[in-house]
Structure formats: C-alpha cells, structure tokens
C-alpha cells in the first residue's frame, strides 16, 4: 500500500506521456516532428528549465477538444491513485492553449469531464489552480484572469509558471491583487532557478501562501528562518530538478538539508511524464537516494495534506 499523499505541484499539460500524444495527434490530425514515441523519448534529455519548456509548449498542439483535456486529466488520475495520491491540486496553463486558438472554457470544462467524478473513479478530491505565464506580459495574465471569470466556480487558485529568470513576481502585482479580490488562493513557482529574492517578493508583493520548488532559498539563511517560522510550505519536487539540472544529482539534492532546517516541505512531481516518475515514484527516489527515513516520509505525506487548500473536514477525510 504506497503511502496515501497529497500531489501539490504537477502541471496537467506535464502528464502527456508520450502514447497519449501520440493517440491525440492522430485523432486531430496534427503531425508532431517525432516518427514514434522511441524518438520522442530521446528528446528528453534537458540542458535547464527552457529547453524543457520548448518540448513541453510544442507538445500541447495534440490537445485541442474538450475530450482532449478529460483524457488527459483520467490518465494522470488514475495513475497518480497507484501511487496512493488521495488529494490533487492540479495546474493549467490557460495562455499556452488561448495562443493556439483553444478556448478557456474547452480547457476547463474539459479537465473538468475529469475532476468533477474523479473522487468516484479514482478516490482522489481535485482543486484546479491556473497559472499565468511569467515570460508572457502582465497585461496578457489579467486578460486571462477576465477571460477565466466565468469559470470560477471551478478554480481555486491562481499560480505562476514558466521561465523564472528575468520575469521577477512583481511583474504580476496587479493581477495578484485582482485574483485576491475575486477570493482565489494564491501560489508562485520561486526560487526554481531565480534568485532567493523572487521568493521574498512573492511571499511579499503577491501574498502566496505556498512557494513551489523555493530550493534556492538555502542560499539565505534569514529567508530560511523566515520560512520556518511563518510555516510557509514549499512544493518541492526532486525528480524534476535533477532532470532540469537545478541539482547536478538526486544525492546531491538539498531536500535532507530543508527538512533540518525545519522547513515545511512537499514532495511532488511536476511534471512526470517528462521528469520520470509520479507523487509515488519521488518518494521512492528520495527514500532510496537520499536516505530519508520512514518518518521523514510520513511527516513529507502529511505536510502535504497540512500545506493544501482542503478545509479541515475534507482533509481528514483524504488522509
Ligand atoms: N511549467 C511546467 N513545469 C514548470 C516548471 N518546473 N517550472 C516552471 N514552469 C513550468
Ligand atoms: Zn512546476
């Protein structure tokens, strides 16, 4: 029985494994560069963040209908079930299908052909969190919270991904300010690649409560304490960094180190169809590699129920 967990950082677009974007393709008539998905495979083998970001963002034109996106949500789902994930906080990128001509209501009513059963056919609660992209403008991100307004029945939270460096949080102030408003909770990659500074600005400028990945952190031993005492979690997400190379290897991973400083630490899986491996399959790495004990696995789990954005009752229900 894998130990049921909270999944707080995976990007739905990041779960397209390879079969699937090639079954999708075919059936949109889409041609992808790649003759079979053998080739497709090599070519994930990443420099850093962007060259990531490339395959990922040319991989979504086979996403194009609302069956698309159910197909693509039940996939992970019942993948991430056998790995014991009970609860999923599951990320979209709206502004990489609306560049391609796909509505924000295809998008969404789409993941939701998935999410709204998923706690009958998987046994796992869902809250969708969209995320705007960073290297794209800051009005282009309130474009998206407007065009996503009649959807919010079915958002929980707004997000901020894409590449990190040279597009610091402030940028997105104001649409922070607005999802706020509109009573959305709110999240920011920092700290993947950027410096320690993009941490303290989301926590100060965009008011996240989560920081996802925040591994440079350790670069600043008072934005540590400060993290530690406001309890402030970090989606943490070991697999992906050593295939983004934010880590030179899983031994060397600064997940241990965290934890001793009393940092309250997720593990997650970003994005498993390209970084190797499922919630469950992170564990496992991190248990074999880095030597974590049962209890630091028990203690990772249940952070991850803590630091979700479940009310009480249901999370003690999904534990
Ligand atoms: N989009 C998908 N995965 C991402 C990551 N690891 N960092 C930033 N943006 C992303
Ligand atoms: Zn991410």
């Not at 706690?119 to 065009?147: P, V, Y």
Request: glycine content about 6%.
């Amino acid at each position: 029985m894998p130990l049921p967990k909270a999944e707080l950082h995976l990007h739905v677009e990041g779960t397209l494994e390879p079969e699937l974007a090639f079954e999708l393709a075919a059936r949109n008539g889409v041609t992808l560069p790649y003759a079979d998905t053998e080739e497709l495979r090599k070519a994930y083998e990443f420099e850093d963040l962007q060259s990531f970001l490339n395959l990922y963002y040319e991989l979504m034109a086979v996403l194009r209908t609302e069956q698309d996106f159910a197909d693509l949500a039940n996939a992970y789902l019942a993948r991430a079930a056998a790995q014991g994930v009970r609860h999923a906080e599951i990320f979209f990128d709206p502004q990489a299908h609306l560049a391609r001509g796909v509505s924000m209501g295809t998008v969404v009513e789409g993941l939701w052909r998935a999410l709204g059963s998923s706690e009958e056919n998987h046994g796992i609660s869902t809250k969708l969190i969209m995320c705007f992209l960073r290297d794209e403008s800051a009005e282009s991100a309130l474009e998206t919270l407007r065009a996503a307004t009649p959807y919010l029945d079915r958002i929980t939270g707004v997000g901020l991904d894409s590449a990190e460096v040279g597009h610091p949080p402030v940028k997105f102030r104001e649409v922070y300010e607005a999802a706020a408003a509109l009573g959305l909770r709110r999240v920011a990659h920092a700290g993947e690649e950027g410096p320690p500074e993009y941490i303290t600005e989301a926590l100060d400028v965009l008011g996240v409560e989560r920081v996802d990945h925040g591994l440079r952190c350790m670069e600043d031993p008072a934005l540590v304490e400060r993290l530690v005492r406001e309890r402030i979690p970090l989606t943490v997400c070991p697999l992906s960094n050593v295939r983004l190379r934010t880590v030179d290897t899983l031994a060397d991973h600064p997940l241990p180190a965290m934890l001793d400083a009393g940092l309250m630490c997720t593990v997650n899986s970003d994005d498993p169809a390209y970084f190797g491996g499922y919630a469950g399959d992170n564990f496992t790495a991190v248990h074999r590699t880095l030597g974590l004990s049962e209890d630091r696995l028990r203690e990772l789990a249940r952070n991850s129920f803590l630091a979700s954005f479940l009310e009480d009752d249901e999370e003690r229900r999904a534990r």
